[in-house]
């Protein structure tokens, strides 16, 4: 369980980024967060990996509190961050010099094959495409077996096409060992496909908004009823999340933008 207990986060220069999130995240649920820009989706990421630390509250992972970069939990970016220098099978087993070579081959091997990119062990991160690169992130980042995989709008930079066909392979890839995936984004389809849980959160300071209820079953039937049901419902709560009142934007400013 990832427990998330009154988390906020005021930046030094004032700004409040994040305020009061309190949230539990069962072991292997997917969870996708939306929300306008600046509403503290990044901060609370960066949280949660340790790389930034809370102002106030906690996080907690099986009720151990997490203050630093933590084994545990991964993280995957906006942009793949390979280590160029490396080839991609050395990309991928750099974080399991733990285990004896053959071991760490074999994991290697075959979480590529899991992602279509069996054969492509020796090859450079510079001959790679953007989705190929991505997927070897995601695959570097799963093959640690994390417990908590944190997803910071990883597929905003690629086509509709080779997002459609990343959202199998890390389905794909979840499915193997059920880590707990905290998904950014701001692509409302994107979270109805993927997760089981979705946040509205809303700026000024950032926090939850709503948590619109899905009923789907998985695989997704993207063209049903049900779905796209779902994706109304999220729109409009985020719809809802920014015209809402805030310290800084009060209630008769809001009524004033009606007309
Ligand atoms: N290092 C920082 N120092 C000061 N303010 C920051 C810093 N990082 C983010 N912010 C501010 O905190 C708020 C939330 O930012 P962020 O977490 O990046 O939101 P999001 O990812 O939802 O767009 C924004 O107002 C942003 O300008
Ligand atoms: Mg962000």
């Not at 503290?40 to 930034?52: H, P, S």
């Not at 994991?107 to 190929?132: D, F, I, T």
Request: proline share 7%.
């Amino acid at each position: 369980m990832l427990r998330l207990s009154g988390l906020s986060k005021t930046y030094p220069n004032g700004t409040q980024a994040l305020a009061d999130v309190t949230l539990d995240v069962p072991q292997g649920e997917i969870v996708a967060f939306v929300g306008g820009s600046g509403c503290g989706k990044t901060t609370m990421l960066r949280l949660i990996a340790g790389l930034e630390q809370a102002s106030k509250g906690r996080v907690e992972l099986d009720g151990e509190t997490l203050t630093a970069p933590h084994p545990a939990v991964g993280v995957i970016f906006q942009e793949p961050r390979l280590l160029p220098w490396l080839t991609v099978a050395q990309n991928i087993g750099f974080g399991l010099s733990a285990l004896s070579r053959a071991e760490r081959e074999a994991r290697v091997e075959e979480a590529l094959l899991r992602v279509g990119l069996a054969g492509y062990g020796g090859r450079w991160p510079r001959e790679l495409s953007g989705g190929q690169a991505q997927r070897v992130a995601i695959v570097r980042a799963l093959v640690a077996r994390p417990k908590v995989l944190l997803l910071d709008e990883p597929f905003s930079a690629l086509d509709a096409f080779t997002r459609a066909s990343l959202h199998e392979h890390l389905i794909g890839l979840w499915e193997a060992h059920k880590p707990t995936l905290l998904l950014v984004t701001h692509d409302v389809e994107e979270a109805v496909t993927l997760a089981d849980r979705v946040i509205v959160l809303q700026p000024k300071p950032g926090r939850i908004f709503a948590e619109p209820t899905l009923d789907l079953t998985r695989p997704r039937d993207k063209v049903g009823h049900d779905f796209a049901d779902a994706k109304r419902r999220i729109l409009a709560a985020l719809d809802g999340s920014l015209q809402a009142p805030s310290p800084t934007r009060p209630r008769e400013e809001i009524a004033g933008a009606w007309w």
